[in-house]
């Protein structure tokens, strides 16, 4: 039997406190708390119940905590035997600082559970996160700035759970039922759809039991896929050092290659602040660290790093970080920082070579300093940012924030507002607003065709309905109506656009809310006049397992697990933020990280105690010109150790057309 590890799930980007001084049922208008706790479904807020009817009917000594100690109630159904899942999270003001959401079982159809943590396993319950501990009762999930637990089942009786969040502000504690009824917002869409035609190929490629593996990123050169991902140690798959692992797969042999660095990071995987770029020789990782924003850059393929550039001034408060580079090898690298006064800024950096080799491939960047975007107002979390540049060197960042309204009735009012800044080449950044609606967003995307003041930009988004896409061709000066597609947690899109033989060919990627999350693709032969094509390119599995916890430990060694009853599930899916794509020629090279996790033994794991060449050639004139191709260096050549069937993480390359 497998043994469960607390679980890379990456959820960095929701931020709706929902704590309120004056209580269930308290006075209208009651002054928040500064401690943000809050419970969604897919992109939706779970709002409190109106009066709490739990804290009398369960044994709260037991847990630590006292009726006076209890400040929201929650009340959620699910049919009986049937997958549910919510998300408990909280954040800290500028995004840094220590953080915890911790999980305890409150009741188990009435009566007070006997034992410790293992109780929720038994009851069909499985809190998951990264960087977990137990302290008593509690499962505790850390972070910095930001901690989320995912709580998912299947149960055959009522549940009542206890929930508190932690942050530089104090605690706040809620309890939540999960009553056996009918259907709601935290049961998935139970969605089929046919598998692509169109893929060319599934690989495994590497496979990790470590608790830090995961937020791939990938990108192409040549004929190799080179991919960066966060990894642990595998001879202690719960130690809490973790590494910057570079992967390389090479397209023609199959053979996959990599190195590793250790990461320095305080983060345990809460936020995706590392990406990566690649253009022939040239591979360009950026990642953000206490110490600032770190480009590292290699112009061997990922052989060597030659050069390294940081920004200290970006350490602390910077967060999701991204890289794009052009046909002439500029780079353009974006991130967000909180300023002293809590608003948000969206920076730009830009780089370009300053030193080629015999063959016209560079040796050395220089970059500008940074700039400022786009600035949000207070009380605002950032998304991902999608950002491209056309063939003819303009640029494009698709950018989005969260803000938040505590409204008198104790509800939160959120809105997302998605943006677009658009630079021409040779020209200035303009702004335009793509729509607010009332979610919690998580990541935009964009794609590019043409260039110019004809650029055709489309943009995909997260609704609470699931994704849309607007389509602007006139360089995002105006947006078409939307288009919506996928079902209500639909997530995490990525849009691709070419024009074939005067077609718009349109795929989006997406991950959907079913049984697990699954990668599912939109595809439009053309975008302008056929119909979209729905495809589901990985299945997630839920079901029922049996054992008593005893399992045998990681090579063969005993761990000291508690007996557990034999009731429980085993999940596969993709991990949150789980996957990246990049378009080569007519085809999308995908990498994607899929988990499984048996309930019946995650509460039997270890948890940790709480406790310089020559000068640039000259240009000809002033327009944007593309490199050409240089002979490519050999890049990564250690070979990496083949995946096993039995670890937590599996990463694989999909190439479909």
Known sequence: MRVVLSLLLVFGLLFVPACSGGGPGGDEGAVLAAVPLLLSAGLIQIDPADEDLLSALVNLARLGVTAKDIELAYELTTPAGVAFSFDVLTREAGSTGPVRVSVAHAADGGVVPIGGVETL????????????????????????????????????????????????????????????????????????AAEYEGIQERTAIYSSD????????????????????????????????????????????????????????????????????????????????????????????????????????????????????????????????????????????????SAFDATNSPTAFTFDAPTTLHRTGPNATPVIVGM??????????????????????????????????VRLFGGAFRDSIVEENEVVGRDPSVALIGQGTSLRILYAYETGSGIRLRDSRDAGTTWSAPR??????????????RDLGGQTRVDVLYLAYTKGN???????????????????????????????????????????????????FKVTEIAWFGYDAVLVDDEIVVVYDEQTYDGV?????????????SAAPSAEGDGFKAADRPPLAAGLTEPLRAPNDGDLHTMYMLRIK
Not at 139 to 146: L, T
Not at 404 to 418: G, I, K
Request: hydrophobic share 40%; charged share 20%.
């Open 121 to 192: 396993a038994g009851a069909g319950v499985v809190p998951s996160a990264t960087g977990t501990t137990t302290r008593g009762t509690w499962i505790d999930a850390r972070g910095d700035g930001f901690a989320r637990v995912t709580v998912r089942g299947a149960i055959q009786r009522d549940q009542v759970l206890a929930i508190q969040t932690g942050t530089g502000e104090g605690v706040c504690t809620a309890l939540v039922r999960v009553s056996v009824g009918a259907t709601s917002a935290i049961n998935p869409n139970q969605d089929v």
């Open 210 to 353: 470590s608790w830090l593996f995961g937020l791939p990123t990938a990108a192409v050169s040549g004929d190799r896929t080179s991919i960066v991902v966060y990894d642990g140690d595998h001879a202690n798959p719960h130690a809490p050092g973790r590494v910057e692992l570079r992967v390389q797969v090479d397209h023609t042999t199959g053979a996959v290659t990599g190195g590793a660095t250790e990461d320095v990071g305080t983060d345990s995987g809460n936020w995706r602040d590392h990406e990566i770029a690649a253009l022939f020789n040239v591979l360009a990782v950026v990642q953000l660290t206490p110490d600032g924003l770190v480009v590292r850059l290699s112009f061997d393929r990922g052989a060597t790093f030659g050069q390294e550039f940081s920004l200290p001034d970006a350490g602390g408060t910077g967060r999701l970080c991204q890289i794009a580079m052009a046909a002439d090898y500029s780079l353009a690298v974006s991130w967000w920082e909180t300023s002293s006064d809590g608003i948000g800024e969206l920076m730009l950096l830009e780089g370009r070579p």
């Open 388 to 421: 491209a540049w056309s063939d003819g060197g303009d640029l494009v960042v698709g950018y989005g924030y969260t803000s938040f309204e505590s409204l008198p009735d104790r509800s939160w009012r959120t809105t997302t507002r998605y943006g677009c800044t």
């Open 484 to 497: 919506d597609i996928g079902k209500p947690g639909a997530h995490l899109p990525t849009v691709f656009a």
């Open 518 to 568: 699954e990668l599912w693709l939109t595809h439009w032969d053309d975008y302008d006049s056929t119909a979209p094509q729905d495809h589901r390119l990985t299945e997630a599995e839920f079901g029922d397992v049996t054992g008593d916890g005893s399992g045998d430990g990681r090579g063969g060694v005993p761990l000291p697990l508690v007996a557990v009853p034999a009731v429980g």
């Open 601 to 613: 033994v995650f509460f039997g794991a270890p948890f940790f105690d709480d406790g310089a060449g």
